[in-house]
């Protein structure tokens, strides 16, 4: 049974820092690529950050690029995003993902339960 559990979800002050993680069971996790995904109520999930299954291809939105930093430990099966000068507009739920291929736009075929993420002072 495949599990991604994240963790390091909270309240931060605007230009804060917070580093998510998710830890993965069940599945060969370095022959798999890994994203995390963010929601907020009445939109839709967005995709934040995606990780190849070796680190080498890494994709970043628009919107967090030079502020949030993906990577990866395949020998600890986790996967991280490290979030810095958050702004209110990163509140969401962030949720891990993974997809036995390296392809952003196609299904995920694996999510966790998500981490409440809120920017606020």
């Known amino acids: 049974q495949v599990q991604l559990v994240e963790s390091g979800g909270g309240l931060v002050q605007p230009e804060g820092s917070l580093r998510l993680s998710c830890a993965a069971s069940?599945?060969?996790?370095?022959?798999?690529?890994m994203a995390w995904f963010r929601q907020t109520p009445g939109k839709e999930r967005e995709i934040v950050a995606a990780?190849?299954?070796?680190?080498?291809?890494?994709y970043y939105t628009d919107s967090v690029k030079g502020r949030f930093t993906v990577s990866r430990d395949n020998a600890e099966n986790t996967v991280y995003l490290q979030m810095n000068s958050l702004k209110p507009e990163d509140t969401a739920v962030y949720y891990c993902?993974?997809?036995?291929?390296?392809?952003?736009?196609?299904?995920?075929?694996?999510w966790g339960q998500g981490t409440q993420v809120t920017v606020s002072s």
């Open positions: 993902a993974a997809q036995p291929i390296y392809n952003i736009w196609a299904v995920w075929n694996y």
């Open positions: 069940g599945l060969p996790f370095s022959s798999y690529a």
């Open positions: 990780i190849s299954q070796n680190g080498v291809i890494i």
